[in-house]
């Protein structure tokens, strides 16, 4: 069974702090995707990234970083120089690439991010 | 319209009362996805359909009954629901095989009382 663990529940920082938002997951799947989600207070989930599993480079877009580790299985998101904007909860999920029709995706518990001015 | 819309935003029934959720994408996808959010849980995928058909029914008891009329959209029938249903219930579409991620609605904050 797939599962991803985000063991930080809630992280509160101050404006321009760096913040780091960890993720392990667990598959037996070869192949598989991971994917960054974003729920700001108006409560949808806005996509960030997906990461297919043999494709270990790290990414960045702005202020936003992914670092993917396969040997350790973790894809661990970093916000830099942090803004009350990104106060939100951000939710990091696993899926299956072999799939017949529709696709799960399974999350994580989330983690809230409260930026302080 | 763009993207995919949930009606009501917000809805308070009592244990006896059936109402429907709605969903709607103008997105041209063809898998559509129900999840429930709770304040002590994480996402938790209910139904899934694609191509109109269901292909996955997460154990969700009966009194949530979900349909599909076309690719466009996607109800979650309700009826003798518990205060536990109480919840923000989520419908997001994908691609047939998901592999851009998903586009979700902004749900719907289900209070049953």
């Known amino acids: 069974a797939q599962k991803v663990t985000q063991a930080q529940t809630e992280i509160s920082v101050v404006e321009k702090e760096d913040v780091t938002l960890d993720c392990v997951y667990e598959t037996r799947d070869t192949t598989y995707y991971l994917f960054w989600y974003k729920q700001p207070p108006s409560g949808e989930l806005v996509f960030l990234i997906r990461?297919?599993?043999?494709?270990?480079q790290n990414e960045i877009s702005g202020r936003y970083s992914w670092n993917f580790q396969k040997s350790t299985s973790s894809f661990n998101f970093t916000i830099t120089a942090s803004q009350v904007v990104d106060s939100a909860v951000y939710f990091c999920a696993l899926s299956e690439a072999q799939v017949a029709a529709g696709n799960k995706l399974t999350f994580g518990g989330g983690t809230r991010v409260l930026v302080k001015p | 319209e763009t993207g995919v819309t949930q009606t009501p935003r917000h809805l308070v029934m009592g244990m006896t009362n059936k109402k429907s959720l709605k969903c709607e994408q103008h997105l041209g996808h063809n898998a559509m996805y129900w999840y429930k959010q709770s304040a002590k849980k994480p996402l938790e995928l209910m139904f899934v359909?694609?191509?109109?058909?269901?292909?996955e029914n997460n154990s969700v008891p009966s009194r949530f009954s979900p349909e599909c009329p076309n690719s466009s959209h996607l109800f979650l029938h309700l009826h003798t629901l518990q205060p536990e249903d109480s919840a923000l219930y989520l419908c997001a579409s994908s691609t047939r095989q998901g592999l851009d991620g998903y586009t979700f609605g902004s749900g719907t904050r289900l209070t049953v009382v």
């Open positions: 990461r297919n599993s043999f494709d270990e």
């Open positions: 359909y694609s191509l109109e058909e269901r292909v």
